[in-house]
């Protein structure tokens, strides 16, 4: 079975940092693009950047550009998602999955809670 596990969310002050990490398998992962959603509190799920098969190409959503940095380990099926400069804003459960919609279903995700 295709499997996303999420973790390493937690409670971290503004301006603080977290390294998101997001375990894949049932498939192989270092030919698959990916991709890391959110969903703040109240609100629907949103884009938050992507990463190529090989790790050559990233893409951010504005929100997070020059903040977060999306990167992976093939040699682990491991995707990661490093965050700096966090705002109360970026609170949200969030999400990994591969860019085929298709492909597996969503994890349980990972709490961000960014609050003094």
């Known amino acids: 079975q295709v499997q996303f596990v999420e973790s390493g969310g937690g409670l971290v002050q503004p301006g603080g940092s977290l390294t998101l990490s997001c375990a894949a398998s049932g498939f192989t992962f270092g030919a698959k693009a990916m991709r890391w959603y959110r969903q703040p509190p109240g609100k629907e799920r949103e884009y938050v950047a992507t990463?190529?098969?090989?790790?050559?190409?990233?893409h951010y959503a504005d929100f997070v550009k020059g903040r977060f940095t999306i990167s992976r380990d093939n040699s682990k099926n491991i995707m990661y998602l490093q965050m700096t400069n966090l705002e109360p804003e970026d609170t949200a459960v969030y999400f990994c999955?591969?860019?085929?919609?298709?492909?597996?279903?969503w994890g349980q995700g990972t709490q961000v809670t960014v609050s003094s």
């Open positions: 990463i190529s098969y090989d790790g050559g190409v990233t």
């Open positions: 999955k591969t860019t085929t919609s298709t492909l597996g279903s």
